[in-house]
């Protein structure tokens, strides 16, 4: 049985991911920062639950600790907890979102990287957005390039960056960032993207696919629904 682990997935697109990866066979740990909505949300899929806070070492260190001693590896790893906050601009926010959105990428990925490495086709999917995107946001015919978010465009730009890197460094992982879409989420909700917001499950279609593929596929790209996303 494959075995994933999805960060922040109690709730939206990391819900998504983990229960079509559930219904696909999967055994599907689902981390989540709340024991209490991270339990209710594994039990409502039949996943396993495992209490992940990504902006804290000792919790992603025993989470992964949990699925080597129940699993001995790991064949998929969706880094998915993100967060949006757009004000107030300052060097709080900032560390915050850093902390999120990028640096526990690197937090989870390190801890996981000796047990994908004990799977036969290993894939890493940083949840990351075309905010992220230069060519997008110097884009003038696309949303994006109206829009103000300057934290969180710069972190997922840093996701972005990591899963380029990381790709780099380790040529027997898949590594691919993905655009999910604009998503109606309890995160995006009052963002103005309401009108072009489609449902979680939709997205997570995108994260799935990028999460099921052979070894023979591209890795340390960026896509969205159409297939590869500009830089």
Do not use: C
Request: negative net charge.
């Amino acid at each position: 049985m494959t075995v994933a682990l999805i960060t922040g997935a109690n709730k939206g697109i990391g819900f998504e991911t983990a229960r079509q990866l559930t219904e696909a066979g999967y055994a599907v740990y689902l981390g989540a920062r709340d024991a209490e909505r991270g339990e209710k949300a594994a039990a409502e899929i039949g996943a396993r639950f495992v209490h992940l806070d990504v902006t804290d070492d000792a919790s992603v260190n025993a989470a992964l600790a949990t699925v080597e001693e129940t699993e001995g590896r790991l064949d998929v790893l969706v880094n998915n907890a993100g967060v949006l906050v757009a004000d107030p601009l300052d060097g709080p926010t900032a560390l915050r979102v850093f902390d999120v959105n990028a640096v526990g990428i690197v937090r989870v990925t390190e801890a996981a990287l000796p047990l994908l490495r004990r799977a036969e086709n290993p894939r890493v999917v940083n949840v990351s957005s075309s905010l992220g995107s230069f060519w997008v946001n110097t884009n003038p015919d696309r949303v994006e390039h109206g829009m103000f978010l300057p934290l969180y465009a710069a972190s997922k730009a840093a996701a972005s960056m990591l899963t380029v890197q990381y790709a780099k460094a380790y040529a027997d992982i898949r590594f691919n960032a993905v655009e999910p879409g604009p998503t109606a989420t309890d995160m995006t909700a009052g963002f103005g993207i309401d009108d072009i917001a489609g449902p979680p499950a939709e997205s997570a279609k995108i994260v799935v696919r990028l999460a099921t593929l052979d070894l023979d596929v591209p890795t340390g790209t960026l896509q969205d629904k159409d297939g590869e996303l500009a830089w």
